[in-house]
Structures are given as structure tokens and as C-alpha cells.
């Protein structure tokens, strides 16, 4: 009975760490976080702010495969487009993907963990058996075949990924 009041005593007066003193402490500790965290930043805003920045439109075309020179600075591609400008619009769609994709893994994975969690027994036994399934089942090869059975687009692709990595969500949900 007093160690828990104990307990309940050092939570009052302050002496445990809460948990947002964790990220401040983990970038003032760790010089590499604090640089890995400044490049996904810049590397984020270079994709929210591409069509302001770049140099060229992303359908403009140049000299066909041109060198790296003071006007492409990365170089042209087979078809003449500039390939900084390639990268820059890349980023925003692979910021829209990555993010959409773990919505919906999120959405999906949090709602058959919660599923899971709340009702048990059988409910419980056979998400869990459907989550174990998408966990040891190669994904890319799951990817391509879902991919070739519904179509093509980018939403396609966000769904896909998505529905494809729920499992790992549910799993923890359920847990809690």
C-alpha cells in the first residue's frame, strides 16, 4: 500500500518524465535526430512549395538528355525534362501517398483493433487470424496483383498500400 502511494507521490511532485519532454530531450541529446528531422522538414516544404520554387513546369520540355549545366542543374532526362523539377513534384506525390496511405491504414487498423478489442472470443480470434495473414503474406507481390485487379491511378495506389498495412495498427490497438 505505500509503495503505491509512493508512486502516486513522485507523479505528483514531478520527479516522472512526461512524455513531452521526450522529443525535446531526444533532439538536444541526439545531434542525428535533429538533422534527420531538419532534412524530412525541408524535404517536406521543397514538396508543398514545388510549383513556386522550381525552375521549370513539370511537363516543360529541354534539350534531350542534356548534362548537368547552369540551367538544369540535375541534368534533363530521355525526354527533355528537367530532372530537379522531376524531383521536386516527385516529393509532393510521394508525401500524398505516404500520408493518405496511413490514414487509411489507421482508419482501417484502428477500427479492427477497436472491433477486436471490445467484443473478443470469436470476433477477436478472427481479425486477429485476417491481421496474422496480411503480416506474413509478401506485400509487394500482394501489391502488383491488387494493383492489376483494380486498376491503375493514384488513388488506387493509396488504397492498396493502405488496406495492405492495417495489420500492424489493429495489432496494437487491440493490445491497448
Known amino acids: 500500500m505505500s509503495q503505491v502511494l509512493q508512486g502516486i507521490e513522485t507523479v505528483e511532485t514531478g520527479t516522472i518524465e512526461r512524455p513531452r519532454g521526450f522529443v525535446r530531450?531526444?533532439?538536444?541529446?541526439?545531434?542525428?535526430?535533429?538533422?534527420?528531422?531538419?532534412?524530412?522538414?525541408?524535404?517536406?516544404?521543397?514538396?508543398?512549395?514545388?510549383?513556386?520554387?522550381?525552375?521549370?513546369?513539370?511537363?516543360?520540355?529541354?534539350?534531350?538528355?542534356?548534362?548537368?549545366?547552369?540551367?538544369?542543374?540535375?541534368?534533363?532526362?530521355?525526354?527533355?525534362?528537367?530532372?530537379?523539377?522531376?524531383?521536386?513534384?516527385?516529393?509532393?506525390?510521394?508525401?500524398?501517398?505516404?500520408?493518405?496511405?496511413?490514414?487509411?491504414?489507421?482508419?482501417?487498423?484502428?477500427a479492427a483493433g477497436i472491433t477486436a478489442g471490445y467484443f473478443g472470443r470469436k470476433t477477436d480470434s478472427v481479425l486477429m487470424r485476417i491481421a496474422d495473414f496480411f503480416l506474413v503474406v509478401p506485400e509487394l507481390i500482394l501489391m502488383v496483383i491488387l494493383a492489376k485487379l483494380i486498376g491503375r491511378g493514384l488513388h488506387v495506389i493509396i488504397l492498396v498500400i493502405g488496406l495492405l498495412l492495417w495489420a500492424q495498427t489493429a495489432r496494437v490497438v487491440r493490445a491497448r
Do not use: K, N
Not at 46 to 58: C, R
Not at 59 to 80: I, K
Open 25 to 110: 530531450r531526444l533532439l538536444r541529446d541526439r545531434p542525428q535526430a535533429s538533422v534527420g528531422l531538419g532534412l524530412v522538414v525541408f524535404l517536406a516544404l521543397v514538396g508543398i512549395f514545388a510549383p513556386l520554387i522550381s525552375p521549370y513546369g513539370p511537363l516543360e520540355e529541354g534539350p534531350l538528355r542534356a548534362a548537368p549545366s547552369a540551367q538544369h542543374w540535375l541534368g534533363t532526362d530521355d525526354g527533355g525534362h528537367d530532372m530537379l523539377t522531376q524531383i521536386m513534384f516527385g516529393i509532393r506525390v510521394s508525401l500524398l501517398v505516404g500520408l493518405a496511405a496511413a490514414a487509411v491504414s489507421m482508419v482501417v487498423g484502428g
